[in-house]
């Protein structure tokens, strides 16, 4: 199973919005919707922000958002805060009832 | 409070055996589908293993056959038994535990380090 494929890095200002993509396949971010997003600040562990495409869990931020077209899954951040810089990851059951992560978006907030 | 404490790590040399535990609290593991993630030094986070509510397991194709998930309702504990490992099994292994059907994770442990090195 291919690893989903996400942009390395992006950047956005304070108060701007930024839209971090992760694709997949017919197997798995095509036929489910079953993509979530994580946060992982350094040293910490991962925390969901999305799952489910676009559900948020308690405690989240509405500035965070997620969509899905075809086979591709998006997380966007509006009014950026300099406390959203991390990485971010993807994930997305597959055909195979396996998970499959992105490789990761390292965002930076200028 | 939901809490999550991985055991087991360490340096084992390469075709050896570990066996990973995660304590938990807060919440009954028998009721929760867990998983296993672990994340090798300068790459992503990479998918292990998943036990079901149910007790059903499933397993990356990269550690089917040499790693075992399980779990000790008694213990309110998560296990990985692990062999056969090799050095790109290397990696902070995190345990996770369930929101919903669809394979997400609200709660994470701090992982527990495997080194494989001769």
């Known amino acids: 199973q291919s690893a989903l494929t996400q942009p390395a890095s992006v950047s956005g200002s304070p108060g701007q919005s930024i839209t971090i993509s992760c694709t997949g396949s017919?197997?798995?971010?095509?036929?489910?919707?079953?993509v979530s997003w994580y946060q992982r600040h350094p040293g910490k562990a991962p925390q969901l922000m999305i799952y489910?495409?676009?559900n948020r869990p308690s405690g989240v931020s509405n500035r965070f958002s997620g969509s899905k077209s075809g086979y591709t899954a998006s997380l966007t951040i509006s009014r950026l805060q300099a406390e959203d810089e991390a990485d971010y990851y993807c994930?997305?059951?597959?055909?195979?009832?396996?998970?499959?992560f992105g490789g990761g978006t390292k965002l930076t907030v200028l | 409070e939901v809490q999550l404490v991985e055991s087991g790590g360490g340096l084992i040399q390469p075709g050896g055996s570990l066996n990973l535990s995660c304590a938990a609290s807060?919440?009954?593991?028998?009721?929760?589908?867990l998983t296993w993630v672990r994340q090798a030094p300068g790459k992503g986070l990479e998918w292990v293993s998943l036990?079901?509510?149910?007790?059903?397991?499933f397993y990356a194709d990269s550690v089917k056959g040499r790693f075992i998930i399980s779990r000790d309702n008694s213990k309110n504990t998560l296990f990985l038994q692990m062999s056969g490992l090799r050095a790109e099994d290397a990696a902070v292994y995190y345990c996770?535990?369930?929101?919903?059907?669809?394979?997400?994770?609200?709660?994470w442990g701090r992982g527990t380090q495997v080194t494989v090195s001769s």
């Open positions: 036990i079901h509510s149910g007790g059903d397991t």
């Open positions: 489910d495409v676009s």
């Open positions: 994930s997305s059951y597959t055909s195979s009832s396996t998970l499959v």
């Open positions: 996770a535990r369930g929101l919903s059907a669809g394979w997400n994770f609200d709660y």
């Open positions: 017919s197997s798995d971010v095509g036929d489910y919707n079953y």
């Open positions: 807060g919440f009954t593991v028998s009721t929760n589908y």
